[in-house]
């Protein structure tokens, strides 16, 4: 089992790693769409959620702090879904159809997130790097 959720993860970090560097290497394109959709500062949000997808992808490919990962993903996935394919607001029935699909692509991918930040850690054949703790001395 523990095989398959290797496997698992590694594609979904790769998927994230892949839009990561389609942000960065169409930053033009991406900003101009995203400013399509009065997102404020959009080339700054495609840099961040740029960020976001690459912290995720690499988090989750090495099972690296992986709950940063989750996180990150939500962090990108709840505001891109709900403003860059609001579906209810397209006229056209085409574009109303792709942004239904990319919002419920979107849906699909933060409930797998949701569901990697429950698991406990250190992941299956992951990098665990130990968070040091401090010990106060009893006076």
Known sequence: MSQLF???????????????SHHFTNLDQMTALTAAHHVPLAGAAV???????AIAGVSFVLGLFPKIGGLAVVLFLVPVTVTMHAFWADADPQARM???INFTKNCALLASSLMFLAIPEPWPYSVHLPVPRQVRAHA
Not at 7 to 20: D, K, P, Q, S
């Open 98 to 100: 792709n942004d239904l």
């Open 6 to 20: 290797l496997v698992g993860r590694i594609l979904l970090g790769i998927f994230f790693l892949f839009n990561a």
């Open 47 to 53: 840099v961040v959620a740029g960020l976001l997808l």
